[in-house]
């Protein structure tokens, strides 16, 4: 479930953190076949602030976790967690590390159309992690989207950007689909985009909200498996829908 989190968060913010305002919607797809789970995310952004509001597939809880996230403009290397039923937010730390630059290599497998825009399609692998990506220059901004990458990266990495730009597939990301998961796969998948202009009111924590000890990925590699299950559980406690 880490991975899932934080490959998922990652992803949303890189997406959308260049753009100057606007929101996107995607379909998330975790799992194969029968078996699959589908929700939606929602993404909303206005001059590098972000929110996304998502509702994450998770095998064997019958419903989605509902997240909500924000990222300020102000505060880069910060992102909030918000608990609206219990009007409560937690704080993480993303400070950029020198040791996110993994090993990566990109092959293009060649080109297909998706929401009408024009998509290179890319098999990457990165250390031990392997993704199918969709990427398009037919949305406008993707150039600064490659320049937030290249100076953060929590977000990604230079060997990933690398190869991209020696593939010439640089791009906005409208598709990518992550292997070797538990339940099969997560694929995630653009439905809408657009630029109309979002309250900047979306991009503060709500007044009234307490904050709360926040997720610690250092501590959490320190636990025993029967810790890291009961924190797992208490956080499907916490952020499922409630009936």
Same mark, same amino acid.
């Given at each position: ?59 064997? &809880? ?25 009007? @409560? ?36 692998? &990165? $250390? ?6 969709? @990427?398009? %220059? $037919? ?83 320190? &636990? ?17 829908? %409630?009936?």
């Amino acid at each position: 479930m880490k991975q899932l989190f934080s490959s998922l968060t990652a992803f949303l913010f890189s997406v959308c953190a260049f753009a100057q305002q606007g929101t996107i919607q995607y379909k998330i797809t975790l799992g194969n076949g029968q078996k699959s789970m589908t929700s939606t995310s929602t993404m909303y952004f206005l001059n590098g602030s972000t929110r996304v509001e998502a509702t994450i597939p998770m095998p064997g &809880m019958g419903q989605p976790i509902k997240q909500t996230v924000l990222m300020p403009a102000s505060k880069p290397n910060v992102m909030y967690n918000l608990d609206d039923a219990s009007k @409560t937010y937690t704080e993480t730390s993303v400070s950029p590390t020198a040791t996110n630059d993994v090993k990566t290599t990109i092959k293009v497998l060649g080109t297909e159309t998706i929401q009408g825009l024009s998509c290179k399609h890319l098999s990457v692998t &990165m $250390d031990k992690t392997n993704m199918e990506v969709w @990427t398009t %220059k $037919d949305i406008a901004g993707y150039e600064k989207m490659m320049s937030y990458w290249r100076s953060n990266p929590a977000m990604s990495s230079n060997s990933f950007y690398n190869e991209l730009k020696k593939n010439n597939a640089e791009g906005f990301f409208v598709k990518t689909k992550t292997n070797g998961m538990r339940g099969g796969s997560m694929t995630m998948e653009m439905v809408s985009y657009n630029t109309k202009p979002v309250a900047a009111s979306l991009f503060s924590i709500p007044a009234g909200y307490k904050k709360e000890a926040g997720f610690d990925p250092a501590a959490m590699e320190k &636990m025993s498996p029967a810790e890291r299950q009961k924190m797992v559980e208490q956080m499907m406690k916490k952020y499922a829908p %409630k009936q």
